[in-house]
């Protein structure tokens, strides 16, 4: 089946599309659970966010579903991975399939589990969780970690290019949490409780 899509450069390019639209809906959707009932359970700090990237931050607090600084790069990079299937070798389309789809695949399943537990957090939780957005990096890279190391055997011992795609995917995912953390404030040495604002 992936070697169908190899050979529809501009049905991948739409798929690729989509999952990272998907991903948008997701990260809005467990924005808006975090508004309405998670809020009053967890924070976190020095900014109070679940959108890592900076430039999409104001725009998942404000809950856009189409935003145009998401929607335009988005739109840009799926007529890149369609371009890339025309022109490179066809023994590496599949590879790069799998390493686009994968960043995405990660990142969705990422949201979906973070969505189902807010939504579980509604009853049975008490108290509130501040957490530092450095801390959280860590523990997103973590999971990341792991989910690469689960990945390179699945690709060793499936010998799929596919595969091997995803699991250059789960490695790069951990990389980036790493640079992600590196761009965040560093936790203060004192790191005294923060106060709601």
């Known amino acids: 089946m992936i070697e169908w899509f190899a050979a ?3 049905v991948t390019g739409v798929v690729t599309f989509l999952l990272m639209w998907t991903d948008w809906l997701l990260t809005i959707g467990q924005e808006r659970e975090r508004q309405l009932h998670y809020s009053e359970h967890y924070e976190s700090y020095p900014i109070n966010t679940i959108e890592g990237n ?3 931050q104001k725009a998942v607090l404000a809950r856009r579903v189409i935003d ?8 840009i990079l799926s007529v890149i991975v369609a371009l890339s299937l025309v022109w490179i070798p066809e ?3 599949v590879l790069l399939i799998g390493y686009v789809w994968g960043l995405y695949f990660i990142v969705i ?3 979906l589990g973070n969505l189902l537990g807010y939504r579980a957090a509604r009853r049975g939780v008490h108290g509130k969780l501040y957490l530092h957005l450095r801390t959280g990096y860590i523990i997103q890279m973590g999971r990341y970690v792991a989910l690469a190391i689960f990945l390179i055997v699945l690709a060793i011992c499936s010998a799929s290019m596919f595969m091997v795609g995803v699991a250059i ?4 995912s ?3 949490q790493l640079a992600g953390m590196r761009k965040t404030p560093s936790i203060d040495p004192s790191d005294p409780v923060p106060t709601s604002k």
């Open 91 to 93: 023994g590496f389309r």
């Open 68 to 75: 145009r600084r998401h929607i335009v790069p988005a739109a």
């Open 169 to 172: 995917a789960g490695v790069s």
């Open 174 to 176: 951990a990389a980036r």
């Open 109 to 111: 399943t990422t949201h």
């Open 8 to 10: 529809q450069p501009w």
């Open 54 to 56: 900076p430039l999409y």
